[in-house]
Structures are given as C-alpha cells and as structure tokens.
C-alpha cells in the first residue's frame, strides 16, 4: 500500500494573483503501518511551483497562486504520478487540507479553481477505476513526519527553493 502525502504553501496568500508564489509538494511512503508519527520509507517525493500561465505546458487549471490551488495541484500531481505509476494496490492520500480533500472526490461544490477542481476530480475518477484510493485527513504541523515532509516541500517550492535533502532535514524544519 502506498501512503500519498500531499501538501500545498503560498508566500502571503492574502490578495492573491497569478504572480503570487505557491508550491506543492508529493511524498510517496511505502512499509507504513499508518501507526505513530511516521514510519515507513519514502519510495518517491517530488514537487514544483503552482503554474498560472495557460500558455505554460504543466498548466493544469489554478488562475493564481493560493494555499488552496497549492493544496489542489499536490493533489493532482500525486494523483497523475499514481497514473504513470500502475499497479493496483491501494493509496490512501493523506493532506491537511480538508478542501483539497473533499473538491477531489466531488464531496464539496467548487466555487472557485472551478477548472483546476475539474481536473483533479477528473484524475481522481481515472485512478480509482485503477485501484482502491481513499483520503484521509492528517492535522497539520502536529509533528506527523511525512506530512511535514511534504510541507517542506511545498515552501521550499513556493520559495524557488531546492528541499534539504532527505538526510539532512528533521521534522519541522522549513
């Protein structure tokens, strides 16, 4: 089973535009029991910057750069490596963003980031036909290893930033 944590950051995210700097972040967990603060082994992380520009070849919906189009966009990404990845055991995707969790499997109407919200939707249907995907919701900066990781992630990426190295970095370190 794979453990999928997502996470999205934005530096100010209040007003808001497409110059606005967020990233995303995907840490990939294989060997989790799902018991404590993080166990198990990263197989795979990743992350990037959110992309605005429609003309942009990895443009995939935000219309700017906001904690919850960073949060949308992890979602999407992590959805899209599980597509290229195969295979058909389950993932449960876990993220501290109940908004991104519930826009993905169409639980809450999207009133904004209509398209974005559309195409993560659309790849959560094309992977759950695949295998078994779930969500769950982890709370934030509780100190949860692989859910800080992927915050790490996500702020370094917003800040155009190369993460630490896994070895180097412990938990709450931004």
């Known amino acids: 089973m794979f453990h999928v944590y997502v996470d999205g950051s934005c530096i100010g995210n ?17 060997g989790s029991n799902d018991l404590g603060r993080g166990n198990g082994e990263v197989h795979h992380e990743f992350s990037g910057p959110v992309i605005t520009d429609v003309n942009h070849s990895d443009y995939i919906g935000a219309e700017v750069g906001s904690n919850n ?7 999407a990404e992590a959805l899209r490596w599980l597509l290229k990845e195969g295979g058909d055991e389950p993932v449960i995707i876990k993220t501290d963003s109940q908004y991104a969790g519930n826009q993905a499997i169409g639980a809450w109407k999207a009133k904004a980031n209509r398209e974005l919200v559309g195409h993560v939707q659309s790849l959560w249907n094309e992977v759950f036909e695949l295998r078994e995907l779930s969500w769950e919701h982890v709370k934030a900066h509780s100190g949860h290893r692989w859910n800080e990781r992927a915050d790490h992630l996500a702020i370094r990426s917003a800040n155009g930033e190369s993460p630490l190295p896994l070895s180097f970095w412990k938990p709450g370190q931004r």
């Open 69 to 75: 189009t960073a949060e949308l966009t992890a979602f």
């Open 14 to 30: 209040q007003n808001v535009d497409a110059e606005t700097p967020a990233g995303w972040g995907v840490v990939i967990i294989t």
